[in-house]
């Protein structure tokens, strides 16, 4: 852990500093947790002793707002053939179905320690694999989820658990709920009531926290799993704690159908009549969304978190980000299944999605894409003071090479551009997270050898009964 007095200084070659731009010659400077100054313009020899030079560019921690852990043991076997989300959510069941507490950690830990190697310093954990087979409930019934907080514990990283509720299977077409069934039943906590209760077990204290490194936020699953009178209990629970609601929102068309044949509204229109849309809200995907869901998002100040790489991955389609922004979203990114862990890449498909759908380039400029994936990130998270080096707050600092084949030639009036829109994960070199060293020459310091963790996590997951 990092000691609380104890002060560190950095000088970057290059950093962002949001809303400041890219300045050279950035001395920073810490104790314990937290930044204390932040001076640009110092040359190198003005450097006082002790001080760690940072080559390369320096970015804020990335806060990776949506992420399933569990989905990384899937990437590559789905791949082969064809199908669509719904078939690519049988082989989700089938792994979901394997894991226990002690799997879930090695998996959670190894899966965390690859976002840390790729510049996340926080990451929005949406948990929803809370019991045993057959829905039976372990001795602790958050089992899983202390898991996952412990995962990111030993990988260095912050975390918010999202605990999510998950209380059906679907709704069919005739609007009818089905009743969960299969690995769902691990998912269920029977009524909003019954999730309440165990979440209080989690033992947040008054601000929501559940350690240091640890905040407690909320779920609602979709309106698929959560029916609208079920709502309650999590959007209480979220104004009790100050905690971030986050809900995944109009991914695909058949969830919006199903919506208006149930209750004769869209899911945003849902959400909002339940009272859960807000600026503590995040709607994850919101990408087939009406020109009045749009306006309710905006209206309420809700974050619109994308996840393009799993977007894409899944055939869900391209939301509109430029026009949920104009609106009045704030917006975050999520790695959500993993088919790669990089926000870089993200922050890339955001733009490249709206020039291929609109015909134009530049929607986003560089800057607005770096927010997203830090500064909005974190705030969506609960943690606004994060994601900015500023004074007061967390000493998160990730530092990307512009040796690399992919950024060599980067010039310091663009260097914001070239790492947004050619960078990837593998250029990133050093990693401070709430000012203690986590990744030094592209190694994690805390999990020894990731690639070997990840694969040794992931086989067993993989192999026949
Ligand atoms: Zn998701």
Redesign the pocket.
Same mark, same amino acid.
């Given at each position: 852990m990092t000691d609380p007095g104890a002060v560190r200084r950095w000088h970057a070659d290059l950093a962002w500093l949001p809303g400041q731009g890219v300045h050279s010659g950035v001395l920073i400077e810490a104790a314990g947790r937290y930044f204390t100054a932040v001076t640009p313009g110092v040359s190198a020899g003005d450097r006082p002793p002790g001080t760690v030079r940072l080559a390369g560019f320096t970015l804020p921690g990335m806060a990776n707002a949506?992420s #399933?852990a569990f989905h990384r043991a899937l990437r590559g076997v789905v791949q082969a053939g064809q199908g669509t989300f719904w078939t690519w959510r049988e082989r989700m069941y089938q792994v979901a179905g394997r894991l226990q507490p002690d799997s879930y950690l090695t998996l959670a830990r190894a899966v965390y320690a690859e976002m840390a190697l790729a510049g996340i310093t926080c990451v929005g954990e949406?948990h929803y694999l809370h019991h045993d087979t057959g829905g039976a409930r372990y001795g602790d019934p958050n089992e899983m989820g202390r898991a996952l907080l412990e995962a990111a514990a030993q990988a260095g990283l912050r975390i918010t658990l999202l605990d999510t509720c998950y209380l059906r299977g679907g709704l069919s077409a005739d609007g009818s709920p089905v009743a969960l069934s299969g690995a769902q039943e691990r998912f269920g906590d029977g009524d909003g009531a019954g999730w309440a209760e165990r979440v209080a077990q989690l033992g947040p204290d008054e601000h929501g926290m559940l350690d240091a490194h640890a905040r407690a936020g909320v779920a609602i699953h979709s309106v698929r799993a959560v029916p609208p009178d079920q709502m309650g209990p999590v959007i209480a629970c979220s104004h009790a704690y100050g905690a971030p609601l986050h809900a #995944?929102l109009s991914e695909q068309p058949a969830e919006n159908e199903a919506c208006l044949t149930a209750y004769g509204v869209t899911p945003a229109c849902l959400f909002e009549q339940a009272g859960a849309l807000g600026p503590r809200t995040t709607a994850?995907h919101a990408t087939h969304l009406s020109g009045d869901d749009i306006e309710l998002l905006g209206d309420t100040g809700t974050t619109a978190c994308l996840?393009p790489t799993t977007e894409a991955d899944l055939a869900d389609g391209i939301g509109p980000a430029r026009a949920l922004t104009a609106a009045g979203c704030p917006l975050s990114l999520g790695s959500?299944?993993h088919a790669v862990v990089d926000l870089l890449a993200e922050a890339r498909l955001t733009e490249m999605g709206e020039r291929l759908v609109s015909g134009r380039r530049g929607s986003f400029r560089a800057e607005e894409l770096a927010e997203a994936a830090t500064v909005a990130g974190h705030a969506c998270l609960g943690w606004p003071q994060a994601g900015e080096i500023a004074p007061g707050a967390f000493a998160d600092l990730v530092t990307v090479a512009l040796d690399t084949p992919r950024l060599a030639g980067a010039q310091p009036g663009s260097v914001l551009e070239s790492v947004i829109f050619a960078g990837s994960a593998a250029d990133v070199r050093t990693v401070v997270i709430s000012g203690r060293d986590v990744v030094a020459e592209g190694r994690h310091l805390l999990v020894d050898d990731v690639p070997a963790a990840l694969d040794a996590a992931i086989t067993p997951l993989l192999s026949r009964p």
């Open positions: 949506h #399933h949406f #995944h994850v996840c959500d299944s």
